[in-house]
C-alpha cells in the first residue's frame, strides 16, 4: 500500500482532494427543472447528466417538476419534505433552468439557467432573466448571439462516442432517412426528396443502440431541423443534408455548434459530395 511520501505530487493532491470531498459537509442544493427524462432529447439527457454529475461529485442535487428519471443515473426527485428540511437547515437552493423555461417558477433566492438551445428557439419566448440571473451555455455561439464576449461555458457531452461511431471501412451503406421531429408532417415536400425516402421521425422513437446501428449502415439523412441526432448521424459516417427554407442556412451551420463536417445544404452544388467530402474530419 503507497503512503502518501511515496505519491508523487499530482497523485497527491487527487488524494488531498477525495479526502476532503470525504469529509466535505453538504452545501447549498440544486433544483435542476428538468422535463421527463428520454433519450431522444440531447437537451433534457444534459439536465439529468448535469444532476447526476453534481451528486457524483458531492453536491446535493435534484431533479424536480416530473417524475421520470433513468433508474441508471444518481438523480433523485425533489419533494415537499426534501425542501422543508434545506429550508430548516437554513439552505439557499440554487434552481437551474433550460432555456425553455420563463422565469423563476420555483421561487429560488438564486438562479441560474443552462442554455443547450438559442433562446426563444424552442419556446418561442424569453426568459425573462433577471439581470443577476447566473448564466451558462451549452456552446459558445448561444453566448455571442447575446452579444456576450465573456462568458461560463457548460459542455455536457450527450452522445457516447464508442456507441455512434463508424462502421468498419468497406462497410456497405443502404437507405436514404428523412428526420422528422418539430417539422410539421404535413408541411414535408417530398419532391426534394429521394423516392425511396424513409422516415425516422421522433414520434416512433428508436432506442440508440438501435438508432446508432441504423445510422451506422444509413447512406445520407435529410432534415428540415438541427438535432443532435444530425450529429450523431455524422458520427457514423453518415453525411447530413438539411432542406433550406426551415431555419437552417449556410451560415448557421458555419457558425453553429458543431461547423459544417459532414453536412451541407440540399440546394448546394454537388451537396452530397460536399457533406461526404467533409467526413473524415468528424471521425479522427
Given at each position: 500500500?503507497?503512503t502518501?511520501?511515496?505519491?508523487?505530487?499530482?497523485?497527491?493532491e487527487?488524494?488531498?482532494?477525495?479526502?476532503?470531498?470525504?469529509?466535505?459537509k453538504?452545501?447549498?442544493?440544486?433544483y435542476?427543472?428538468?422535463?421527463?427524462?428520454r433519450?431522444?432529447?440531447?437537451?433534457?439527457?444534459?439536465?439529468?447528466?448535469?444532476?447526476?454529475?453534481?451528486?457524483?461529485?458531492?453536491?446535493e442535487?435534484?431533479?424536480?417538476?416530473?417524475?421520470?428519471?433513468?433508474?441508471?443515473?444518481k438523480?433523485?426527485l425533489?419533494d415537499?419534505?426534501?425542501?422543508?428540511?434545506?429550508?430548516s437547515?437554513g439552505?439557499?437552493?440554487i434552481?437551474?433552468?433550460?432555456?425553455?423555461?420563463?422565469?423563476?417558477?420555483?421561487?429560488?433566492a438564486?438562479?441560474?439557467?443552462f442554455?443547450?438551445?438559442?433562446?426563444?428557439?424552442?419556446?418561442?419566448?424569453?426568459?425573462?432573466?433577471?439581470s443577476?440571473?447566473?448564466?451558462?451555455?451549452?456552446a459558445?455561439?448561444l453566448?455571442?448571439?447575446?452579444g456576450?464576449?465573456?462568458?461560463?461555458?457548460?459542455?455536457?457531452?450527450a452522445?457516447?462516442?464508442?456507441?455512434?461511431?463508424?462502421?468498419?471501412?468497406?462497410?456497405v451503406?443502404?437507405?436514404?432517412?428523412?428526420?422528422?421531429?418539430?417539422?410539421?408532417?404535413?408541411?414535408?415536400?417530398?419532391?426534394?426528396?429521394?423516392?425511396?425516402?424513409?422516415?425516422?421521425?421522433?414520434?416512433?422513437?428508436?432506442s440508440?443502440?438501435?438508432?446508432?446501428?441504423?445510422?451506422?449502415?444509413?447512406?445520407?439523412?435529410?432534415?428540415?431541423?438541427?438535432?443532435?441526432?444530425?450529429?450523431?448521424?455524422?458520427?457514423?459516417?453518415?453525411?447530413v443534408?438539411?432542406?433550406?427554407?426551415?431555419?437552417?442556412?449556410?451560415?448557421?451551420?458555419?457558425?453553429?455548434?458543431?461547423?459544417?463536417?459532414?453536412?451541407?445544404?440540399?440546394d448546394?452544388p454537388?451537396?452530397?459530395?460536399?457533406a461526404?467530402?467533409?467526413?473524415?474530419?468528424?471521425?479522427?
Amino acid at each position: 500500500m503507497s503512503t502518501p511520501l511515496q505519491l508523487d505530487g499530482q497523485d497527491l493532491e487527487l488524494a488531498k482532494a477525495r479526502l476532503r470531498l470525504m469529509y466535505a459537509k453538504p452545501e447549498h442544493p440544486y433544483y435542476i427543472m428538468a422535463p421527463a427524462y428520454r433519450e431522444t432529447s440531447s437537451g433534457i439527457v444534459a439536465l439529468h447528466y448535469l444532476c447526476h454529475m453534481l451528486n457524483l461529485s458531492g453536491r446535493e442535487a435534484y431533479i424536480c417538476r416530473t417524475e421520470t428519471v433513468n433508474p441508471e443515473l444518481k438523480t433523485p426527485l425533489l419533494d415537499s419534505a426534501i425542501a422543508v428540511r434545506h429550508l430548516s437547515e437554513g439552505k439557499t437552493p440554487i434552481a437551474i433552468y433550460p432555456e425553455v423555461v420563463e422565469g423563476n417558477p420555483l421561487g429560488c433566492a438564486v438562479v441560474s439557467r443552462f442554455l443547450l438551445n438559442f433562446e426563444g428557439a424552442i419556446s418561442g419566448r424569453g426568459m425573462q432573466a433577471r439581470s443577476d440571473d447566473l448564466l451558462f451555455f451549452y456552446a459558445a455561439p448561444l453566448a455571442e448571439r447575446l452579444g456576450l464576449s465573456e462568458f461560463d461555458l457548460l459542455c455536457l457531452p450527450a452522445i457516447d462516442i464508442g456507441l455512434f461511431s463508424p462502421p468498419p471501412a468497406g462497410a456497405v451503406r443502404e437507405g436514404r432517412y428523412l428526420y422528422q421531429n418539430r417539422h410539421p408532417l404535413e408541411q414535408i415536400d417530398y419532391t426534394q426528396l429521394p423516392d425511396d425516402i424513409r422516415l425516422l421521425s421522433v414520434a416512433n422513437p428508436l432506442s440508440l443502440s438501435e438508432l446508432a446501428s441504423l445510422l451506422r449502415k444509413a447512406e445520407v439523412l435529410y432534415s428540415h431541423e438541427w438535432s443532435m441526432t444530425c450529429v450523431m448521424a455524422v458520427l457514423c459516417g453518415c453525411p447530413v443534408l438539411f432542406i433550406p427554407g426551415h431555419g437552417i442556412d449556410e451560415q448557421f451551420l458555419n457558425l453553429g455548434f458543431f461547423g459544417n463536417v459532414g453536412f451541407a445544404m440540399l440546394d448546394q452544388p454537388q451537396a452530397l459530395e460536399q457533406a461526404r467530402s467533409t467526413l473524415p474530419q468528424a471521425l479522427t
